[in-house]
């Protein structure tokens, strides 16, 4: 397959996946295991920087009023909420990476997270389904969701966009639309802070980028094209429907991976 083609792919697969609760991670894994070629770190962060900004420039009105709004108690109480969460993260996050941990290199992981997520998924909407519909973020909710952030990170296929909104639909923020605002709201500065630190440390290691700049500027394009795209879908999709329907398809997608694909891959 042409190289420029299997940028595109990869680029559209970010893209999809980075916002929706299905593991961009896991994704991408995959897409490099069935022939789209793996890539370098300094790619894979790179791509995923597209999505991010597709996301700030969505709730550019939100973000610009929360940090214009500081005089307002409750837009007051809704930042810090959202820095609490972040630094939550961020403070785990370099426990973690001190301890060593990376991410697995086969699908195996990968595919069972997608099962057991689906489920997760399923349970959250039925438990969320019980509660009266509740938009307000809690204090719970944000401590909660920094942690999940957490998970997510350590368990590639579980989802950080997942994670975070069903962790705030079942501690507290019941109303899918809020509950994903939080999660994606939370989720700008954190994965800049990760996108940046994960750079930083493939900079000093300059001989593991193999990746040319066209190759890179062009997957950066195309995930910040098409995450723009779904993710303003998603906004919109979340206000009438459930969530069921990315259940369904981690748990086809986790139980195809681990009945066909070679054991080790």
Partial sequence: MNNLIQVVLLGVIEGITEFLPISSTGHLLIAEKLGLGQRSEMFNIVIQAGAILAVTVIYRRRLFELLTGLAQP????????LVSSFLI?????????????ELPETVTPVAWALVLGGFWIFVAEWLAGKKRIESRVTWTVAIVVGVAQIAAAVFPGLSRSGATIFAAML??????KAATEFAFLVGIPTM??????????????????????????????????????????????????????FALYRIALGLFLLLFLPSGS
Avoid: P
């Fill in 192 to 245: 800049y802070a990760a996108s940046a630190y994960a750079m930083l440390k493939q900079l000093k290691q300059a001989g593991q980028v193999t990746d040319n700049a066209l190759d890179v500027g062009l997957g950066f394009v195309v995930s910040m094209l098409v995450a723009f795209v779904v993710v303003k879908w998603l906004i919109r999709y979340i206000q009438t429907n459930r969530f069921t329907i």
């Fill in 89 to 101: 993260t961020a403070v785990l996050g370099l426990v973690v990476a001190k301890l060593g941990y």
């Fill in 171 to 176: 501690t507290g923020t019941s109303d899918r």
């Fill in 74 to 81: 409750e837009q007051r109480d809704y930042l810090l909420k």
